[in-house]
Structures are given as C-alpha cells and as structure tokens.
C-alpha cells in the first residue's frame, strides 16, 4: 500500500525528516523560500506553524541542482 505524503507539515517533523535544524526552517520561512503559515484561533496569539512540504522539497532540490552546476562549471574551468 502506497502512502501518500502530506502537503503540511509541521516544523518538529520537518527537522526530523529533511535534517534540518529548526533555526534554518525558520530562517527559510523568513525570507520566504518555503511556504508556511500560522494556523490559529482568532483572537489568539499561539497557534501551529505548517510548512508545505512540496516548498521545502522544491527549495531542496533546487539548492542541490545550484550546487551540482557549481561544481561541475568549476571542473570545466580547471
């Protein structure tokens, strides 16, 4: 049976699941390379944080294939 992923997830799983420490997940919501929202009860100040995970996969991926072309234009140079 396949499981399908979530498209929200919050902060803690996201840490656990992509490696990445709580700080950078909140630093990337801040300059607004993934998406997320405060899910919360009018009136009130605390609420859930929710990343979408298809952002973060996405924010991913292309820092991967930035560094991959990095790595290979430096090799060319050489």
């Not at 298809?54 to 294939?65: I, K, P, Q, V």
């Amino acid at each position: 049976m396949e499981r399908s992923r979530p498209e929200w997830i919050r902060v803690d799983p996201a840490c656990e699941l992509f490696g990445i420490s709580r700080s950078k997940i909140y630093e990337l919501i801040s300059d607004r390379k993934i998406k997320s929202f405060c899910l919360r009860e009018r009136g009130k100040i605390k609420g859930i944080r929710l990343i979408s995970y298809d952002s973060l996969c996405e924010f991913l991926e292309n820092e991967a294939r930035t560094q991959a072309e990095e790595v290979a234009f430096n090799e060319r140079k050489q």
